[in-house]
């Protein structure tokens, strides 16, 4: 199924907040989705088209200093393992180049081993900050340096 990666709009915001669960599962992350994030920063915000909808977004912006700051990036439940969030994280690391980012970074739960897992294999640096997002909450910060590494393709033996 061929997958088309363009810049989300409004429509597609609100999609994605009516399939919440599709892309969360139990836990309810809808405050964390800002639709001025979309509004704003259009190009850097993505959607993963396919004709069954949207299978994956990525939510992020480039800040004064060159970083291009991911705030949320999620699959579809029935797009987890097929390189989806990958493509998605590459997609969205062009777009911030492009207005001059020169290093990636994100943040998640020091709980959220799947997150924490996913951004280790695509090479970003993980550290633990205490008190980042305030009095006792610790987070996992990923920090990467741009241009991403070509793709190396796979060959069998």
């Known amino acids: 199924m061929e997958i088309d990666m363009t810049p989300a709009d409004v429509a597609d915001f609100h999609q994605v907040l009516a399939d919440h669960s599709r892309y969360w599962g139990e836990r309810d992350l809808r405050s964390l989705h800002l639709l001025a994030l979309v509004q704003e920063f259009g190009s850097t915000c993505l959607v993963a088209r396919a004709e069954d909808g949207i299978r994956g977004y990525v939510l992020g912006f ?63 640096d993980v550290g633990i900050t205490a008190d980042y997002n305030g009095p006792g909450r610790t987070m996992a910060v990923f920090r990467r340096d741009l241009p991403l590494p070509p793709r190396r393709l796979r060959t069998s033996a």
């Open 62 to 124: 480039v800040t004064p200093d060159g970083t291009g700051y991911v705030h949320l990036i999620a699959t579809r439940d029935d797009a987890r393992g097929t390189g989806l969030g990958r493509r998605l994280y590459e997609a969205f690391a062009d777009a911030a180049e492009r207005q001059g980012a020169r290093r990636l970074k994100a943040i998640t739960s020091v709980g959220n081993t799947g997150s924490i897992a996913f951004h280790r294999s695509i090479g970003f």
